[in-house]
């Protein structure tokens, strides 16, 4: 599990504040997920290792978690979706307890939760940045996108993270997993979202081995997707 950066003060005694970064993890299923935030009427997505399998359309390697993303102004309506269950923030592997209302700072862009004290982690939430009609990269501003085009959707409604915005996140740390994902997309991208893909490398990172990688793969007019 990696950890989502922030810090908090401790505010609300009724918490658990011996929560445990390192505690086990049974993350609820997309479907509930779904039938919690879609009331909440704001915008989320599946993001991470789970949203590239979405685009794939089909299961490509067993995942530890299911990560959520959602725009950051939006934050406050984890209350209502998780009504009565524990929320933190996490701080370099430390966690906070969060309730909505209170203001997170901006490098604050992870929130964690689970039903009860001692019960396991269920849901991560990553906070977007962005704003009604834009959509940034956490990492460098300089890097955005119409919001209409940040996602994709299942038949059955799901949203997901476009998988070359979900590429950029995972290239920081290019693990052997997130080559493995690239090799899996690679041929599935159209030339636009390939040609996105290496402009934003270029300026994030213009010396990552994705970067020769995108500009060695034939352009197809249009891909398969």
């Known amino acids: 599990m990696v950890p989502w950066y922030g810090c908090l003060p401790r505010h609300n005694a009724a918490v658990d504040t011996t929560a445990d970064i390192d505690g086990t993890w049974k993350p609820l299923a997309i479907d509930e997920i779904a039938g919690r935030m879609d009331p909440t009427g704001a915008d989320w997505w599946i993001a ?4 590239i399998d979405l685009f794939l359309g089909w299961t490509s390697r067993p995942h530890a978690d299911v990560d959520v993303e959602m725009f950051r102004t939006d934050r406050d309506v984890l209350g209502r979706a998780f009504e009565g269950w524990e929320l933190f923030s996490v701080s370099a592997g430390d966690l906070a307890p969060w309730r909505p209302g209170i203001d997170l700072p901006h490098h604050v862009f992870g929130i964690w939760g689970r039903s009860a004290p001692g019960e396991p982690w269920a849901i991560e939430v990553m906070l977007a940045d962005g704003d009604d009609t834009t959509w940034r990269f956490r990492r460098d501003p300089r890097i955005e996108r119409p ?8 038949p059955g409604g799901i949203a ?3 998988p070359e915005v979900q590429l950029l996140y995972k290239a920081k740390q290019a693990r052997p997993k997130d080559d493995v994902d690239l090799a899996r997309t690679l041929h599935l991208l159209d030339d636009e979202q390939k040609d996105w893909l290496a402009d934003a490398l270029a300026v994030t990172q213009p010396d990552h ?9 034939p352009r197809v007019h249009g891909g398969s997707r």
Do not use: E, K, S
Request: charged share 5%; net charge positive; proline share 4%.
């Open 160 to 162: 997901y993270c476009t």
């Open 209 to 217: 081995p994705w970067v020769a990688v995108l500009g060695q793969t």
């Open 48 to 51: 991470g290792g789970v949203a």
């Open 147 to 154: 919001r209409a085009g940040l996602n994709h959707t299942t």
